[in-house]
DNA sequence: AGCTCAACCTGGCTGC
DNA sequence: TGCAGCCAGGTTGAGC
């Protein structure tokens, strides 16, 4: 998926075609996705206004009249804004149409997520899914000494490898397999360290790399790994160069000695067994 | 509490 | 060409 680059890229791509407007209906075409589309979305949503669409790690959260709708793109998920008169294509599952154009969630894997969450449930911040992430890696609260500081505290005592770490999100949101590796990578720290054993040097280089890497990748329009395409649906993105990511015996950019792969947690590692043992 | 691992589901690639 | 086997961006929840 997805990683919150490409969450991002594609909240910004979708979000001048749809904010402020009225939806005009809902097409579940296959609705057991990670949890089942509720089936009574069309009937709420028809006639709501959409007013915003923010991101919550790799959430979207798209605000209507009565609540908020939470959608996750999972590992294959892409959005797009379609003309509503195109055809479905095979995989398309949900559409949230708006008139003459449509929001398309298209999600081969069927990993994503398409929720309901009105306001009389609480604040959005207190949903089950998002109740327990991290701090956002780009926002105030974990910019500068910040970040560093919620690193190093979190990850007291704690024996699990620092790549699982980071990845699990609770330091931290939004680092997915790709770019942890290429965060750890950019901090020069080996990912099997346990996270406990970080200093607070480390924690410092750890939080910045984690801040630039994503930057970059946001810049760069995100990364796009197989079958990521942008909200238009054009297949305009080229993978962000990665220093470590799937290159697995490959020269490392830096010293040239081969990048290794490992798994960790069900997951591939990669890193250079010579830069990052800082 | 924290760690590991299976599971959700499908498509694409590799190798026989 | 066909097919079996393996791998893939995420996240939850069971079990120890």
Redesign the pocket.
């Known amino acids: 998926?997805?990683?919150l680059p490409?969450v991002e890229v594609t909240r910004l791509g979708i979000k001048p075609h749809i904010e402020g407007r009225s939806v005009s209906g809902v097409s579940i075409l296959d609705g057991?996705l990670?949890w089942p589309v509720p089936k009574s979305l069309p009937k709420r949503l028809l006639g709501q206004r959409l007013s915003t669409i923010e991101r919550r790690?790799?959430y979207l959260l798209l605000k209507m009249d009565t609540g908020h709708l939470l959608i996750?793109l999972?590992?294959?998920g892409v959005l797009r804004v379609l003309p509503t008169a195109d055809g479905v294509k095979?995989?398309d599952r949900v559409m949230i149409h708006f008139g003459e154009i449509s929001l398309r969630l298209h999600d081969?894997?069927?990993?994503g997520a398409v929720l309901w969450h009105p306001f009389s449930k609480g604040a959005i911040d207190n949903h089950p899914?998002l109740k327990k992430l991290g701090p956002e890696p780009l926002a105030a609260e974990f910019a500068g000494d910040l970040g560093a500081e919620r690193l190093f505290r979190f990850s007291r005592k704690?024996?699990?490898a620092v790549k699982?770490f980071l990845l699990a999100?609770q330091a931290v949101v939004g680092v997915?397999?790709?770019y942890c590796s290429e965060s750890l990578f950019e901090a020069g720290i080996h990912p099997r360290l346990p996270a406990g054993k970080l200093t607070k040097a480390q924690c410092e280089r750890l939080a910045k790399s984690v801040r630039d890497v994503l930057t970059k990748a946001i810049k760069a329009g995100g990364?796009?790994?197989?079958?990521?395409v942008d909200a238009h649906g054009e297949p305009g993105y080229f993978m962000m160069q990665t220093k470590v990511y799937d290159r697995a015996n490959e020269p490392c950019r830096i010293c040239k000695s081969p990048i290794v792969q490992i798994v960790q947690?069900?997951?591939?590692t990669y890193f250079c067994p010579i830069c990052q043992r800082r």
């Open positions: 998926m997805p990683e490409e057991r990670r790690g790799k996750h999972g590992m294959t095979p995989h081969p894997r069927k990993f899914l704690r024996t699990v699982s999100g997915g397999n790709i990364s796009s790994l197989r079958d990521f947690a069900q997951r591939s």
